[in-house]
C-alpha cells in the first residue's frame, strides 16, 4: 500500500473501502476497496477529507480484475456483440443486432476451467434482439496472475469465433396448408395464422401460402412450383403422421428433395420432417404446431432464419431437453426447451 495525494490519483485503486457519513442521513461506503478512481471522484474525496489515500498495487505478476475482464472480452468478443464498460470486474456483451446467438460450449468449458475464471453465457442457437445480453464475463479475485489471461488469449486464437451474433437473412417463404377440412371448407384454417404469428415476431411473411387437399401428388407439385417461383423455405403444414390421409412425408419425398429427417425426439413435434432440395428448405408442420405455443419448429426456425442448414445429427441431438413441460405460461425460449 502506498499513500498519494487525490489529486494524483486518477486511474489507481482504492485499497480499501473507504466510508462516507452524512449526519443523520447516511452511512456507509462511498467508495468500495478495488475501485479505480475517476475524474469526478476527486472532489467527493476531498469533501470526505481525504487529501491523502492509499493506493493498492497489484502483486508482481498480476493485473487488477477490470484490466483481466477487458482483456478477456476483447479476445472473445466476435461479430454482432459489443461490450461494456466493467461494472465492479464484470463486463457484459451485449447483441448489436437481432439474430442467432451462437456459442463455442467446448471454447468457454477451456476458458473456465482455467483457476479463477468466469465466463458465461446464454445457451447456444438463442434468438436475440439487439440489446439483449448474451454473456458475462469477469475473474474471481480482485486481481489475477497475468499468466492466466495469457493462457485465455492463446486459447482464443485456437478458434474463429468463440461467441458471436448471426444476423437473419432475408428468406422468400411459402406455404402450403394440406388437409381436406381446411380445403374443402370445413373447418377454418388455423395453420395459417400461426405460422404468421411465429414468422411475424423474426420479421418474416410467408410470401405465397397456398392451400391443398389431401392429394399427394398436388401437394408435390405444389411444392415443385413453389421452389420455381423461388421459394427458399417451404413450409408444409399438417398430415404428417399415420392416417391414411397423412400425404405430407410422401409428397416431399416425391420432390426429390433429400431428407434430412422424418421424425425428431421433440415433443412437441415429433412427425416433423425436414428436406433440402437444391438450396431450398422445406419443413413437414405436424399439426401440434397449431396447438402448442412451442415446438419443433420454434427451436429449428431461428437457425433457418439465420442461414444455417440443419442436420441429422443437429435433430437427434434435441432429444435431451426436448420434452416440453406444457407450462401454463409459456416462456420459450427462456426455458429448458430445446436446449439439449
Ligand atoms: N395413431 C397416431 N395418431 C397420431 C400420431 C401418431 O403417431 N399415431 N401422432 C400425433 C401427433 S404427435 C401429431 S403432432 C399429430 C400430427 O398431426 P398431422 O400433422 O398428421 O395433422 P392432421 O392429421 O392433418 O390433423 C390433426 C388435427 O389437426 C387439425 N388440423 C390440421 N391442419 C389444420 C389446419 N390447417 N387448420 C385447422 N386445423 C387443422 C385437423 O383437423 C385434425 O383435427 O397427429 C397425432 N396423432
Ligand atoms: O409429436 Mo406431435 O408431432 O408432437 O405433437
Not at 410422401?250 to 434430412?260: L, V, Y
Request: with cysteine; net charge negative.
Amino acid at each position: 500500500m502506498k499513500a498519494i495525494p487525490v489529486a494524483d490519483s486518477v486511474g489507481m485503486v482504492l485499497s480499501h473501502d473507504l466510508t462516507k457519513i452524512v449526519s443523520g442521513k447516511f452511512k456507509g461506503p462511498a467508495f468500495k476497496k478495488g475501485h479505480v478512481i475517476q475524474p469526478e471522484d476527486i472532489p467527493v474525496l476531498l469533501s470526505m477529507g481525504k487529501d491523502h489515500i492509499y493506493i493498492w498495487e497489484p502483486p508482481e505478476g498480476h493485473i487488477h480484475e477490470n484490466d483481466a475482464a477487458y482483456r478477456i472480452a476483447k479476445t472473445v468478443i466476435g461479430n454482432g456483440i459489443v461490450h461494456t464498460e466493467p461494472h465492479e470486474g464484470k463486463i457484459s456483451f451485449k447483441a448489436d443486432y437481432d439474430g442467432l446467438f451462437k456459442v463455442n460450449k467446448n471454447a468457454i468449458n477451456r476458458i473456465n476451467s482455467i483457476l479463477n475464471m468466469c465466463f458465461s453465457t446464454l445457451h447456444n442457437n438463442f434468438p436475440v434482439n439487439q440489446g439483449k445480453t448474451v454473456a458475462a464475463t469477469r475473474v474471481i479475485p480482485l486481481t489475477i496472475e497475468e499468466k492466466a489471461v495469457i493462457e485465455v488469449e492463446s486459447l482464443a486464437r485456437e478458434y474463429e469465433w468463440i461467441i458471436k451474433v448471426t444476423k437473419f437473412k432475408p428468406l422468400k417463404i411459402g406455404a402450403v396448408i394440406t388437409g381436406n377440412e381446411v380445403y374443402y371448407k370445413r373447418i377454418e384454417d388455423a395453420f395459417g395464422p400461426a405460422l404468421k404469428k411465429k414468422l411475424d415476431s423474426f420479421g418474416y411473411s410467408i410470401e405465397e401460402q397456398i392451400y391443398m387437399p389431401d392429394d399427394i401428388n398436388r401437394i408435390t407439385d405444389t411444392i415443385l412450383q413453389l421452389k420455381e417461383n423461388g421459394k427458399e423455405l417451404i413450409l408444409v403444414a399438417g398430415g404428417m403422421s399415420v392416417d391414411p390421409d397423412d400425404r405430407t412425408p410422401g409428397a416431399i419425398k416425391n420432390t426429390g428433395a433429400s431428407i434430412i429427417t422424418y421424425g425428431s425426439p421433440v415433443l412437441p413435434g415429433a412427425m416433423f420432417m425436414a428436406a433440402e432440395l437444391e438450396g431450398t428448405i422445406i419443413l413437414g408442420l405436424p399439426a401440434c404446431v397449431i396447438y402448442s405455443p412451442s415446438t419443433i419448429l420454434d427451436i429449428v426456425l431461428p437457425r433457418i432464419l439465420a442461414g444455417e442448414l440443419i442436420n441429422r445429427e443437429d435433430i437427434i441431438q434435441l432429444g435431451v431437453g426436448g420434452l416440453c413441460q406444457n407450462c401454463e405460461i409459456c416462456f420459450y425460449p427462456n426455458c429448458g426447451f430445446g436446449k439439449g
